[in-house]
């Protein structure tokens, strides 16, 4: 079975330009959640969906936003890139909204220049 | 305070030394509590959950103790491919908590 993909895999832009992230869950999972990483640090909780709703929502801005579509893949969009969004964006996949494991996909390297 | 702390590490140890990582959290209303592994470059992988009777797993062995808000992971016989990140998690619930709580992690090298 396939595991949670993500595209593109590494993206370069500039600042004050836009971006929109890919994720498809494995198949079967309702829930996907989005993460920041930045280096030398954990990973830091942006999104979560469920059945296509917003279910949970980090410290974040609001240049950052997300939706689910009916077949559960989801979009992560970052308005007005700053220098400092620049991270591992992963996202996450599960059977269920809390209490399951969840599965990463291998993330998605955003340099902003 | 930051909501999940982890010892800093780098952690050094030799082929079948026993190392053990400490966490601690703040949020008492934390329910579910994992320890991730994450390689170099590579996504978080589940390594296993927290129980509060304690659980083992192989030569992990990870323990919780809500009264005091602490998680560990025992690794005993450390193998060359135990060397990785080790992520302390905590699972939130509702409001603006959020979902998984990482710790920073802590970096394990293993050497021959």
């Known amino acids: 079975d396939a595991g949670v993909t993500q595209s593109p895999t590494h993206l370069i832009k500039t600042r004050g330009q836009h971006v929109t992230l890919r994720c498809s869950p494995i198949?079967?999972?309702?829930?996907v959640s989005w993460y920041q990483q930045v280096l030398g640090q954990g990973p830091q909780f942006i999104f979560q969906y469920y059945e296509k709703e917003e279910r949970g929502r980090g410290n974040f801005p609001d240049r950052f936003s997300a939706r689910q579509f009916p077949n559960y893949s989801s979009e992560l969009n970052v308005n007005a890139l700053l220098l400092g969004d620049s991270a591992l964006y992963l996202c996450?996949?599960?059977?269920?909204?809390?209490?399951?494991?969840?599965?990463f996909g291998p993330g998605t390297r955003l340099t902003v220049l | 305070r930051k909501e999940v702390e982890q010892d800093p590490g780098p952690f050094n140890v030799p082929e079948g030394a026993t190392v053990a990582f400490n966490c601690t959290y703040s949020n008492s209303a934390s329910q579910s509590f994992f320890w991730y592994r994450q390689d170099c470059r590579k996504e978080p992988k589940l390594l296993m959950s927290?129980?509060?009777s304690g659980n083992e797993d192989g030569r992990f062995t990870a323990q919780l103790n809500r009264a005091s808000q602490y998680i560990s992971l025992l690794i005993r016989d450390s193998k060359l491919s135990d060397s990785a990140t080790y992520l302390c998690v905590a699972e939130n619930y509702g409001g603006s908590q959020g979902n998984l709580i990482f710790g920073k992690g802590t970096k394990l090298s293993v050497k021959p």
């Open positions: 996450a996949s599960s059977l269920v909204l809390s209490g399951d494991e969840q599965f």
């Open positions: 927290v129980y509060s």
């Open positions: 198949s079967g999972h309702k829930s």
